[in-house]
């Protein structure tokens, strides 16, 4: 299932048009296939993951800005940092981003590949070593950055702070304190700025393939995660 499959069957699934109400709209084949296959705007390189309305209502740029996240249960805003980086540094930005959550961290494995059963999965990983968790995320890097239906959350309760790196390949991350973050982003020379408009915040697609539904059970298997 790729760009074109998952087009038909679901446009957006985070409350952004559906298909037929969309700049997806009245496409030629051939001006949607050359929208999909452009993964380049600038300096920037999108993942094989998501693309952007036809429109361009959001251009897909690096930077990060800073957020408040509300808990719904307990009413405590949550800092938070959203930023996205080029293809070709944002596993590395990833896995560094991970080091201020400590030696020992929980997981959680985020699935949107069925969404006729469910709109979302959640699968936890508590207790793993970090450079273990390292180890088996890197062996599948080609998931984690190019399958737009797997997330993945890396967190430390007991800090406690978050890293997420979501179906759109932003990373986000929570935490009270917020400046060692700040500190990996800053040796990344990632740019801040508070009006950087996100992939997530306009009309998208994703994109996931068979195979990558397989891939992503082999990493269940070496997590050894369990289903909510």
Do not use: W
Not at 183 to 209: C, P, Q
């Amino acid at each position: 299932m790729g760009f074109l499959k998952r087009l038909t069957k679901n446009t957006c699934r985070d409350g952004y048009p559906e298909l037929g109400h969309s700049s997806f709209d009245n496409l030629t084949d051939e001006q949607l296939e050359q929208h999909l296959s452009i993964a380049r705007y600038g300096s920037f390189l999108l993942t094989d993951a998501v693309r952007p309305a036809f429109n361009l209502e959001v251009v897909p740029s690096a930077g990060y800005r800073h957020d408040i996240y509300r808990d719904k249960d307990s009413g405590i805003d949550v800092p938070v940092i959203m930023a996205a980086e080029s293809r070709e540094r944002l596993m590395d930005l990833f896995i560094d981003l991970l080091d201020p959550l400590g030696d020992e961290v929980d997981v959680v494995l985020e699935s949107s590949h069925d969404t006729d059963e469910a709109p979302h999965q959640d699968l936890y990983r508590e207790h793993i070593d970090l450079p273990i968790l390292k180890s088996i995320l890197l062996d599948y890097e080609d998931l984690l950055l190019d399958d737009g239906c797997t997330g993945i959350a890396v967190l430390n309760p007991r800090v406690p702070m978050e890293v997420q790196f979501d179906e759109h390949k932003l990373l986000i991350m929570y935490g009270h304190d917020l400046a060692p973050f700040r500190s990996v982003l800053g040796n990344y020379r990632l740019r801040n700025s508070e009006t950087i408009r996100f992939i997530s915040e306009g009309e998208h697609v994703h994109s996931s393939t068979d195979d990558f539904v397989a891939r992503f059970d082999e990493l269940k298997f070496r997590l050894g995660v369990e289903e909510d």
